[in-house]
């Protein structure tokens, strides 16, 4: 119940598409749902995170799609560029007050 | 600019030798944790403080131990390294318990 299952685990795109990156939550108490990009060999940065009374936040190329009934998100990374290349973990927590429960990562690479 | 800064980036030493990481952090923030990420997967809470309160993880081993002497400053101890515990090291803070969290660069760990 406390996993936060992503998918897929690696993804390859070309520069200008449109990376759809998608992760499955059991527990309803989650409310914060943030997104974490790391690039090798950094720490992990948030990128942009969502609360479940949105379906939809946007934050310059990066889109975080919420389905509260299908307890489902998705971030989407429009016009990819190579420097988008990183591994992105989706997360949850309760009420910005438990530990984040981070997804398995999903390595993206976008090629020129 | 504020930041959380990890010394050194890189670490090496012996199975066995006693090994000691640091964080510093600009931020002022209450909440210090640590993590642990293995290759290719999500970063592992191993624990945190709350300003001086210590929060150890149910499943962290004995062999890891933390210190904050200050409000900037906290320490990762590794008493016995072992092969199992090379890894990248993580520190993370927080204005509030599990509130959106900053991670420092890390530091990769390698037991020989």
């Known amino acids: 119940q406390q996993q936060v299952k992503q998918s897929p685990q690696s993804l390859i795109v070309q520069k200008g598409g449109i990376p759809i990156i998608n992760c499955a939550y059991e527990?309803?108490?989650?409310?914060?749902f943030p997104w974490y990009q790391q690039f090798p060999g950094k720490g992990p940065a948030l990128l942009i995170a969502?609360?479940?009374?949105?379906s939809e936040k946007k934050e310059g190329r990066f889109t975080i799609s919420f389905n509260k009934s299908a307890k489902q998100f998705s971030l989407h990374i429009m016009d990819s560029q190579p420097g988008d290349s990183a591994t992105y973990f989706c997360?949850?927590?309760?009420?910005?007050?438990?530990?984040?429960?981070f997804g398995q990562g999903t390595e993206l690479s976008v090629k020129p | 600019d504020a930041m959380v800064i990890q010394n050194p980036r890189y670490q090496v030493t012996q199975f066995g030798k006693p090994v000691t990481l640091s964080c510093s952090q600009t931020?002022?923030?209450?909440?210090m944790y640590w993590y642990q990420q293995k290759s290719s997967q999500a970063p592992k809470l191993l624990f945190h403080?709350?300003?001086?309160?210590?929060?150890n993880e149910a499943d962290t081993p004995d062999n890891f131990q933390s210190r904050r002497p200050n409000t900037s400053f906290c320490f990762l101890d590794i008493r016995s390294p072992g092969l199992g515990d090379a890894a990248m090291y993580l520190c993370?803070?927080?204005?509030?318990?599990?509130?959106?969290?900053?991670f420092g660069p890390g530091t990769r760990l390698t037991v020989l």
């Open positions: 403080y709350y300003d001086k309160d210590f929060n």
């Open positions: 969502i609360r479940p009374d949105v």
């Open positions: 993370a803070t927080s204005k509030r318990l599990y509130n959106e969290q900053f």
């Open positions: 527990n309803t108490a989650f409310d914060y």
């Open positions: 931020l002022n923030h209450n909440v």
């Open positions: 997360a949850a927590s309760i009420n910005q007050g438990g530990k984040l429960i």
